[in-house]
């Protein structure tokens, strides 16, 4: 069991940043990948990006079209944490963020694991 705590969204103005922060506790070592979703106001939930954070693979990346070259995930392995961060942001960005976490890649990728945070809004005006 983990237990996923992300912060650090708000309201921004077009153009502007934010950093998101997703610090995973509980049973860490089933821990393989993290990743971002977000879901707009009657949209489905997307995923923004996701990284690998196991031993085979540590550092592989994937992200959506839609934020490639403005968004940029991480992760401090120490801290147990994941972090987005968001530059130039736009209207279209704006929704509900959420953390996953998985055993493996493809679960991430797939938004199919059972390990999710509770959310943080994130509000880009024009």
């Known amino acids: 069991q983990v237990q996923l705590t992300e912060s650090g969204g708000g309201s921004v103005q077009a153009g502007g940043s934010l950093t998101l922060s997703c610090e995973v506790t509980?049973?860490?070592?089933?821990?393989?990948?993290m990743g971002w979703f977000r879901q707009a106001p009657g949209k489905e939930r997307q995923r923004v990006a996701v990284?690998?954070?196991?031993?085979?693979?540590?550092?592989?990346?994937s992200y959506a079209a839609s934020v490639k070259g403005r968004f940029s995930i991480s992760q401090v392995r120490a801290k147990n944490t994941a972090y987005l961060q968001m530059d130039s942001l736009r209207v279209e960005d704006t929704g509900v963020y959420y953390c996953?976490?998985?055993?493996?890649?493809?679960?991430?990728?797939?938004?199919?694991?059972?390990?999710w945070g509770q959310g943080t809004q994130v509000t880009v005006s024009s």
């Open positions: 509980g049973d860490t070592d089933s821990v393989n990948c």
């Open positions: 990284i690998s954070t196991g031993s085979s693979g540590a550092g592989t990346v």
């Open positions: 996953t976490v998985g055993s493996l890649f493809s679960r991430c990728m797939g938004g199919t694991s059972d390990s």
